[in-house]
């Protein structure tokens, strides 16, 4: 037995009493067929033949009998074994979606959206058909067995002739279906590109249609859909070819059993009734032993489906939540202690993106990182809740390592604000209230303050269901900065005394991002501020700027003493002013 599949059944653990009842059904069931044999052999021989007119006003009631408990022993075993199987996958699909939420920002990075919720949605669906498959396999080799001890009641001579196949249904179901999990495991690798593909495209529209890349990406997805049609035609075809192979052994096995059979009826050595009865019995074994291969078939799906979403409940977060203090601080001084950084081989750009940081912002002070492009500010932003860990150095707040902080407590300290204006498909109400904390939903008026705070409350009461209104209804109508200032209305609610600032208000128009600073500004009323910033407007009053260049801090100072410094700090601010942008 594979890892994976005695993995996967321990999850079944759990529902022993529930598998036991549905064994019972099945061991019923499975008695159902060899008793309608017998039932056929007795209304040839005793009934027909004996022209005996009790038994046959009994027989319709025999048999009307027999299919009402094989219907009602039917439906009670199917709900039963599909409502175990669907609760196993049900808890699968969970802890999946855990993992996701648990596993870092740069194993996120490194797999597509569009290949997370293909594990999600179709592994987990494969997995699905599998378990259903498993749960009632049982059923399968019980009717057989059944039926193989009814045909040596019958006969034991053409029993050994009709089995004697038997063993070679073995040889295709077992060799098409290692082929078939292989090709099942690239089917679903397809799948999951496919699904990235169709993500990046549709979330990408506009840049498509803008520069006229309809027929690349066209291109591509059909690439990966052709792909995709012939590798699910092998797996089509694997799943046929044993069914067709194990129909032709039992056909091999029919015939030899009709003629050497018939030769008995010919001797008056059995009765058409017992040979007819007999044939009825190995004829029905072709059903269960076809859903032996068709078992195996589902089995295989479900290891594919199983040892992918494995592979990522088994993959350990770069950055563990080994930390034991749990912060109750309302004033925070956070500090960069020679801190070095590089992101892991395939996540970004190769090559050291911090290099000895090394600053300290004091409680209630405003400390802002600027540079050019790429210099490391974001990335010396994303370490302080723990997105990433440090390759070298330590970050502390009040002392106290990050790394040595849970991450709850850690993250519940700290609010940030970025320029990717993120809200989540519900109200707007419910996307303020995402940033209190989770175990204290807030009041409707601590919502509405929030928004007030950060001048959303306006422009929010103008809407047609006000804080009711959902986002996906007004779809791109919101405009960038009333996007931000929701954000920022959720940080205020998040009442953190660590703010982070990264570009908050880069991707705004002059008019927008006057209405965002002046929200900014009362969010950063008596905090800890650290601030990533492109414009002027927002770093020139800080108490103190960073400026970096390639991972470095290459002076420092307040925005007077750097524009006298005329260095680097200067170099920027007159490329902005002259160009009227960012840096």
């Not at 079944?12 to 044999?37: K, N």
């Not at 032996?292 to 563990?320: K, M, N, W, Y």
């Amino acid at each position: 037995m594979s890892p994976s599949l005695r993995r996967l059944l321990g999850y079944f653990r759990p529902h022993l009493g529930g598998l036991c009842l549905a064994l019972l059904l099945m061991t019923v069931q499975a008695a159902i067929l060899p008793a309608l044999v017998f039932l056929t052999q007795s209304v040839l021989d005793d009934v027909l033949i004996a022209r005996d007119h009790d038994k046959l006003a009994l027989l319709p009631f025999a048999l009307i009998g027999l299919y009402a408990v094989n219907g009602a022993v039917n439906v009670g075993r199917g709900l039963l074994t599909r409502a175990i199987a669907w609760e196993v996958v049900t808890r699968l699909r969970g802890q999946l979606f855990a993992a996701y939420l648990r596993l870092d920002i740069g194993w996120h990075q490194s797999h597509p959206v569009g290949e997370r919720i293909a594990r999600l949605v179709n592994d987990v669906t494969n997995i699905q058909y599998g378990v259903s498959g498993i749960v009632t396999a049982i059923q399968k080799p019980l009717t057989l067995i059944g039926l193989v001890v009814t045909a040596f009641v019958m006969n034991p001579r053409l029993a050994l002739i009709a089995i004697a196949l038997l063993p070679l249904v073995a040889i295709p179901i077992d060799r098409f279906g290692k082929r078939l999990r292989h090709s099942a495991r690239q089917t679903l690798d397809n799948m999951a590109g496919l699904s990235a593909v169709s993500n990046e495209t549709l979330a990408g529209i506009r840049v498509v249609q803008a520069f006229g890349g309809e027929a690349q990406r066209q291109a591509r997805f059909d690439q990966d859909n052709d792909r995709q049609r012939r590798l699910q035609l092998k797996v089509y075809a694997a799943q046929l070819i044993p069914s067709a192979i194990v129909e032709l052994i039992a056909a091999l096995g029919v015939g030899a059993c009709i003629w050497f059979g018939g030769q008995q009826v010919f001797a008056d050595q059995i009765t058409p009734g017992e040979l007819v009865g007999f044939m009825l019995a190995v004829a029905s074994l072709n059903e269960p032993v076809k859903g032996l291969a068709l078992i195996q078939s589902l089995a295989q799906r479900a290891l594919a489906g199983a040892e992918a979403v494995f592979s990522v409940l088994d993959t350990a977060p770069l950055v563990p939540d080994k930390g034991q203090i749990q912060l109750d601080i309302h004033q925070v001084r956070l500090r960069f202690d020679q801190v070095g950084f590089r992101y892991a081989a395939g996540e970004q750009a190769a090559g050291l993106v911090l290099d000895g940081l090394d600053f300290e912002v004091g409680r209630g002070r405003v400390v802002a990182l600027v540079g050019a492009s790429g210099a490391g500010k974001s990335t010396a932003a994303a370490l302080i809740p723990r997105f990433y860990d440090p390759t070298s150095g330590q970050i502390t707040i009040n002392g106290h390592d990050v790394r040595d902080i849970s991450l709850a407590s850690l993250r519940r300290h700290v609010a940030i604000v970025s320029q990717e204006s993120f809200l989540f498909n519900d109200t707007i109400r419910a996307n303020i209230a995402f940033g209190a904390a989770q175990d204290s939903p807030p009041t409707d008026e601590q919502v509405i303050a929030a928004a007030k705070t950060a001048n959303a409350h306006p422009f929010i009461v103008a809407l047609p269901h006000g804080y009711d209104t959902r986002i996906d209804e007004l779809g791109m109508r919101l405009s960038g900065g009333q996007r931000q200032r929701i954000c920022i209305a959720r940080a205020v609610l998040r009442d953190a005394p660590l703010l982070v600032l990264d570009e908050a208000t880069s991707a705004l128009d002059a008019e927008s991002e006057a209405i965002v600073q002046d929200a900014l500004v009362r969010l950063m009323a008596n905090r800890t501020v650290l601030a990533i910033a492109h414009r002027l407007s927002t770093v020139q009053d800080a108490d103190e700027i960073l400026v970096l260049d390639h991972g470095r801090i290459v002076e420092r100072g307040s925005h007077a003493a750097l524009m006298a410094m005329d260095g680097a700090y200067a170099a920027l601010v007159r490329r902005q002013v002259g160009g009227g942008g960012t840096w």
